[in-house]
């Protein structure tokens, strides 16, 4: 085995892009620094008008298939933040710091997911030291929103049918395979109505639940803020006469949610009893199988500043119902507990006249997603939504690839044990890749990543070194 190579540099590269604002949509800055590392290098490459960049470089020697192997991270990154960080994703950067053996941010995250790919993937085409083949360097952009830089960029430039993709978060799994996924807007069209004086406003709020990745945690008992506040609202709806004034509670689809809150009209006299009510549905919740469960906390609170409307009784309960008779979690998993079909409430928000939900399925079985879908689409008719979807593609692994039964064996030989190769419950851009490029062969790797989509993420550096070279072998073992 060849003596290992520092990641000095990759740490360097993953400092300095933090320091740049990279939002899904608005990644003009970190494109720029991407294209003047182009240019600073005399590297030949291509950026759309999307800001997708493709870098190019020449291979270290000769090798007999003159090969080339695309390298494939994105460039912008999930922003959530605690709730107190007064924080400008657009605008400001984040301060990464080193604690241990990992590399973190505070209260907010840490966008390893795929910033490390980003570092990687610059110290490699910066160093003089490392053979590779043909390098062909896939920068794309709103990955971790709709994935447009991936469905429309130009691939005809492109020459390899390989592709290693950075965007893994577990250095002990290959992933050869992701899932597909629906995107789906609910619009429920509310009717207002004046209340009167004998009603009080109070503000709910469940939050303290640790979120994450809808793809990589939805199998992890992290629970939904978003449908908990569903089933308070409707145990509260059939024994006191309330009446919803607005909902809202966590940020995107692809994001497991971590709060939500409602403020409601309540009648005054009232109030104690209903507030008896959150007490003990806190304690419910402590009694729930919800990781982290000792964080929730369940709250009322009266609000003193209101207009009098709300919606109405009718409007209130298509709300509560449609909460409840929406599924959340996994549906359908194989024989090993792997999660095959999935859903995720992500964000609920009031709008000009009424109230949208924001959820996503994640799917590696197509046939049994239809099935979940059916009786989405039964709501649908049930309470007259108004209903917007988008689609995200997956990639179904070759039966037999030369590429990653090489990529096994160099890591058994390097980490002295078995990969776990799987199709990994979680949308990947390979999917649109796979759909342009015949024949595409495909696998993602990456070091360990905490608690990615959250203000919790970490990434190891032990475990950064150790996938930084793994990769560099894999590139060594292209030029033979």
Same mark, same amino acid.
């Given at each position: 085995?060849?003596?290992?190579?520092?990641?000095?540099?990759?740490?360097?590269?993953?400092?300095?892009?933090?320091?740049?604002?990279?939002?899904?949509?608005?990644?003009?800055?970190?494109?720029?620094?991407?294209?003047?590392?182009?240019?600073?290098?005399?590297?030949?490459?291509?950026?759309?008008?999307?800001?997708?960049?493709?870098?190019?470089?020449?291979?270290?020697?000769?090798?007999?298939?003159?090969?080339?192997?695309?390298?494939?991270?994105?460039?912008?990154?999930?922003?959530?933040?605690?709730?107190?960080?007064?924080?400008?994703?657009?605008?400001?950067?984040?301060?990464?710091?080193?604690?241990?053996?990992?590399?973190?941010?505070?209260?907010?995250?840490?966008?390893?997911?795929?910033?490390?790919?980003?570092?990687?993937?610059?110290?490699?085409?910066?160093?003089?030291?490392?053979?590779?083949?043909?390098?062909?360097?896939?920068?794309?952009?709103?990955?971790?929103?709709?994935?447009?830089?991936?469905?429309?960029?130009?691939?005809?430039?492109?020459?390899?049918?390989?592709?290693?993709?950075?965007?893994?978060?577990?250095?002990?799994?290959?992933?050869?395979?992701?899932?597909?996924?629906?995107?789906?807007?609910?619009?429920?069209?509310?009717?207002?109505?004046?209340?009167?004086?004998?009603?009080?406003?109070?503000?709910?709020?469940?939050?303290?639940?640790?979120?994450?990745?809808?793809?990589?945690? =939805?199998?992890? %008992? !992290?629970?939904?803020?978003?449908?908990?506040?569903?089933?308070? +609202?409707?145990?509260?709806? #059939? *024994? /006191? &006469?309330?009446?919803?004034?607005?909902?809202?509670?966590?940020?995107?689809?692809?994001?497991?949610?971590?709060?939500?809150?409602?403020?409601?009209?309540?009648?005054?006299?009232?109030?104690?009893?209903?507030?008896?009510?959150?007490?003990?549905?806190?304690?419910?919740?402590?009694?729930?199988?919800?990781?982290?469960?000792?964080?929730?906390?369940?709250?009322?609170?009266?609000?003193?500043?209101?207009?009098?409307?709300?919606?109405?009784?009718?409007?209130?309960?298509?709300?509560?119902?449609?909460?409840?008779?929406?599924?959340?979690?996994?549906?359908?998993?194989?024989?090993?507990?792997?999660?095959?079909?999935?859903?995720?409430?992500?964000?609920?928000?009031?709008?000009?006249?009424?109230?949208?939900?924001?959820?996503? =399925?994640?799917? %590696? !079985?197509?046939?049994?997603?239809?099935?979940?879908?059916?009786? +989405?689409?039964?709501?649908? #008719? *049930? /309470? &007259?939504?108004?209903?917007?979807?988008?689609?995200?593609?997956?990639?179904?692994?070759?039966?037999?690839?030369?590429?990653?039964?090489?990529?096994?064996?160099?890591?058994?030989?390097?980490?002295?044990?078995?990969?776990?190769?799987?199709?990994?419950?979680?949308?990947?851009?390979?999917?649109?890749?796979?759909?342009?490029?015949?024949?595409?062969?495909?696998?993602?790797?990456?070091?360990?990543?905490?608690?990615?989509?959250?203000?919790?993420?970490?990434?190891?550096?032990?475990?950064?070194?150790?996938?930084?070279?793994?990769?560099?072998?894999?590139?060594?073992?292209?030029?033979?």
């Amino acid at each position: 085995m060849k003596k290992e190579i520092e990641i000095k540099e990759v740490l360097k590269y993953f400092y300095e892009i933090s320091k740049i604002p990279r939002m899904s949509g608005k990644e003009e800055k970190i494109a720029d620094y991407i294209e003047n590392f182009a240019k600073d290098r005399n590297l030949k490459y291509i950026r759309d008008s999307y800001n997708n960049i493709i870098i190019f470089k020449d291979a270290t020697k000769l090798n007999k298939s003159d090969e080339s192997i695309m390298l494939q991270c994105h460039l912008d990154m999930v922003c959530e933040k605690e709730e107190h960080i007064n924080h400008n994703f657009e605008k400001e950067g984040i301060d990464i710091y080193v604690e241990g053996d990992y590399i973190k941010v505070k209260d907010t995250t840490l966008g390893a997911d795929s910033g490390i790919g980003i570092a990687i993937i610059l110290a490699i085409l910066d160093s003089n030291n490392i053979n590779h083949p043909k390098i062909e360097a896939i920068f794309t952009v709103q990955e971790e929103t709709t994935m447009e830089g991936a469905k429309k960029i130009d691939v005809s430039m492109l020459s390899s049918k390989k592709m290693i993709c950075l965007d893994n978060m577990n250095e002990e799994e290959l992933w050869i395979g992701c899932a597909g996924a629906k995107i789906f807007e609910y619009e429920i069209e509310g009717n207002l109505q004046k209340v009167s004086e004998a009603y009080i406003l109070v503000k709910l709020g469940i939050n303290g639940f640790r979120g994450g990745h809808s793809g990589k945690d =939805i199998s992890k %008992n !992290r629970g939904n803020p978003i449908k908990e506040m569903g089933n308070l +609202l409707d145990k509260l709806y #059939n *024994k /006191y &006469n309330i009446c919803l004034k607005s909902i809202y509670g966590g940020r995107k689809v692809n994001v497991i949610p971590r709060e939500c809150y409602s403020e409601i009209f309540i009648k005054d006299d009232d109030f104690k009893e209903i507030s008896q009510e959150v007490i003990e549905y806190n304690k419910l919740l402590k009694k729930k199988d919800v990781t982290d469960n000792e964080n929730i906390k369940v709250n009322i609170k009266r609000i003193d500043k209101r207009d009098n409307y709300s919606f109405n009784s009718k409007t209130t309960k298509e709300v509560i119902d449609i909460l409840r008779e929406i599924k959340n979690g996994v549906y359908y998993k194989d024989k090993y507990s792997n999660p095959l079909v999935s859903l995720n409430v992500g964000k609920i928000e009031n709008t000009k006249n009424g109230v949208k939900i924001y959820f996503s =399925i994640r799917t %590696n !079985r197509t046939r049994i997603e239809q099935k979940l879908e059916k009786e +989405l689409s039964n709501i649908v #008719n *049930k /309470y &007259n939504i108004q209903e917007n979807k988008s689609e995200l593609a997956g990639y179904e692994h070759k039966e037999r690839s030369a590429f990653i039964d090489e990529c096994k064996t160099i890591y058994r030989e390097y980490f002295d044990a078995n990969p776990k190769v799987i199709d990994m419950h979680i949308c990947l851009e390979a999917g649109f890749f796979g759909n342009k490029i015949p024949e595409l062969d495909f696998i993602a790797i990456a070091p360990n990543i905490y608690d990615a989509h959250s203000p919790k993420e970490k990434c190891s550096i032990s475990s950064l070194k150790k996938i930084y070279n793994y990769l560099i072998l894999i590139l060594d073992s292209a030029l033979k």
